[in-house]
């Protein structure tokens, strides 16, 4: 039976050529007559005091031949009860010498914990590291050795095994039981290793994962494969650890997953490695539309007095155009009497002129010939003021609605018009708006809702910067300058103000969640981190910004009509001064 007691393994391997050797190790190791030294100097190694029944014997196996012991290191394994550590003899003629016999050793169990025993100087130590890998797995014992050296060595090494199973064991605990998704892959992107969490990411067992590319569960790294999108991504020499970036898995069933997906890089002696780490983004995905949606309600909110105001000025001149044309029609139909009277033919009997003059004096009474221009002027002002109240409608209900994950071919300069109008009240009395649309600007593929969400954000905030910098009742207005071209792929929208710019030294946080420089009550800090949201994350876009304290600033949105071949970097990244 194997020596895996409560004290850990003691299973030695002897790989030595001479019986007699095999003799001295089990005399040393073995033999009841030593155990009292051997209990003692285990005690001491260990810092344990010593009990009659504390410390279990080593279980020793000879092989006489390097071949002989790598097939009982090979059995060891496959019986699921490895060796901790073998004494290896340096000449073993006719076979494998013993740095041989530790490489093969060590192909079958890199684990083993070795001790070369020489009475030769067949190799210098610089000689021998050069040709072994695991070097902190290796130690050398010259003979003839010392007893107490051989229990020394035997007692450290099989407890620094046993450190290193259950540390190994720990790390795998720690691994399988993380919440986010864990693999290891070699450098052509073929899974070596994945944790519990990964398998219900990509929606396979662990046997499938194992052993597949990694770009096949990617839906970005599908077409181009792996080696060709880590260098795209991640690029080529550079940190080790990568920069955590938005990308899609793929899974068993068809459906896709978003994720955050960390890199880092490591060599072992196998070669160049790669670990990441996996974190389903559905649920902050989820709460991340909630958010913007509340924040989309949140900024209408605020807005409603004045787009209240905007469909109430229309309204009333509506109202005052329909009690005019009341009165107007009361007149109108009191002509039409007039002639109807007089027209009859059971009237009382005047001349032509008679009933002519009698319906001139009804027209002059009534204004006939006044009324009839104003009330198609009142009709159209009244149409107009319909048409208005449509748009401004219109245009809230399109800001209203839960945008879609799905992409769409947008007006944008459309877009600008809803959001010009839903805002008016916001900027009429601070600033002159101009437009400088391009007439033959593509429709660009944007989640509308989304977009427009970043619009409003821009004009409110140009606004501010324009009130904040003028006072509530400036005597000379600022100006908000909007305008759209398309260039070299993209189309490009800017949101250009004469407000109060921002400060240098907090410019590179313009986007972080939260920040904001207005006054408390004024703003959540939550207006341009969606605007990088939406534009960067979701449309793999940029938006730079580029201004001077005390003149204004100009936000610059380019959005690719095509699919990019680079995910965008982090906001630092975007930020032009």
């Known amino acids: 039976m194997h020596n895996t007691s409560e004290a850990g393994n003691r299973r030695i391997l002897i790989v030595d050529d001479n019986p007699a050797i095999h003799e001295d190790y089990k005399k040393i190791l073995t033999s009841r007559a030593d155990n009292a030294a051997l209990d003692e100097l285990t005690a001491l190694v260990l810092g344990e005091a010593r009990t009659e029944t504390q410390l279990a014997q080593f279980e020793l196996t000879s092989a006489f031949q390097g071949q002989e012991g790598r097939d009982l290191v090979q059995r060891s394994i496959d019986e699921g009860s490895p060796f901790a550590m073998a004494f290896v003899d340096m000449r073993m003629p006719p076979g494998w010498d013993g740095l041989e016999t530790i490489q093969q050793l060590w192909m079958v169990d890199p684990h083993l914990q070795i001790v070369i025993c020489t009475a030769y100087s067949d190799y210098t130590w610089s000689e021998i590291i050069q040709r072994v890998q695991h070097r902190d797995r290796l130690l050398i014992l010259k003979k003839p050795f010392d007893n107490a050296e051989v229990c020394q060595l ?18 795998r605990a720690i691994v399988e039981t993380a919440a986010d998704g864990i693999i290891t892959f070699h450098e ?3 899974i070596e290793s994945c944790n519990g969490a990964a398998c219900q990411l990509f929606g396979a067992p662990r046997n499938e994962l194992i052993g597949a ?26 940190s080790a650890v990568k920069e ?39 649920e902050y995905k989820r709460l991340q539309r909630e958010l913007a949606q509340s924040q989309k309600l949140e900024s209408i909110g605020q807005l409603a007095a004045g787009v209240s105001h905007e469909i109430n000025t229309p309204m009333q001149f509506i109202g005052d155009n329909v009690e ?19 027209l009859q033919p059971d009237s009382p009997a005047r001349s032509w002129n008679e009933r002519a003059k009698l319906v001139a004096d009804v027209k002059q009474q009534t204004q006939f010939g006044a009324i009839r221009s104003e009330m198609l002027q009142a009709v159209g002002e009244s149409l107009d003021g319909v048409r208005r109240v449509i748009q401004i409608v219109r245009a809230m209900k399109e800001f ?23 805002t008016r009240n916001r900027w009429k009395y601070v600033a002159d708006m101009v437009t400088d649309f391009a007439e033959d600007l593509p429709d660009a593929p944007c989640m509308p809702a989304e977009i427009n969400q970043v619009l409003l954000n821009l004009v409110v905030n140009a606004a501010d910067a324009i009130a904040a910098k003028c006072g509530d009742d400036p005597s000379e207005k600022g100006k908000i300058t909007i ?16 407000g109060c710019g921002i400060p240098d030294d907090v410019i590179h946080r313009v986007f972080d969640p939260f920040f904001t420089t207005k006054e408390v009550g004024k703003g959540t800090g939550q207006g341009l981190t969606i605007c990088h949201d939406v534009v960067v994350n979701k449309h793999q876009g940029t938006i730079e910004i580029a201004t001077t304290p005390g003149e204004g600033s100009t936000f610059t949105i380019r959005l690719p009509l095509a699919a990019p071949a680079k995910v965008a970097s982090e906001p630092a990244d975007l930020i032009g001064v």
């Not at 990617?218 to 991640?234: I, M, N, T, Y």
């Not at 839960?402 to 300069?413: E, H, M, R, V, Y």
């Open 244 to 282: 955590a970036i938005e990308l899609t898995a793929e899974r068993g069933d068809g459906t896709f997953v978003p994720l955050l997906f960390s890199l880092s890089e490591f060599t072992t002696e196998s070669g160049r490695m790669f670990a990441a780490i996996l974190r389903d983004l559905t």
């Open 188 to 190: 052509d992107g073929v």
């Open 213 to 238: 590319n990694v770009a096949a569960l990617l839906r970005e790294a599908k077409e181009s494969g792996w080696e060709e999108f880590v260098c795209r991504q991640f690029g080529v020499g550079e």
């Open 324 to 342: 005019y044309l009341n009165e107007c029609l009361e007149k109108l139909f009191a002509v039409v009497d007039a002639y109807e009277e007089n």
């Open 154 to 171: 035997a007692i450290a090494l099989t407890q620094k095994w046993e450190l290193e199973r259950q540390s190994q064991q720990k790390m």
């Open 483 to 498: 305008r759209t071209r398309s260039e070299e792929g993209q189309v490009i929208v800017a949101v250009e103000d004469t």
């Open 400 to 422: 209203s609605h839960l945008g879609s994950d799905q992409k769409l071919p947008t007006d944008l300069n459309e877009a600008i018009r809803s959001t010009v109008t839903i």
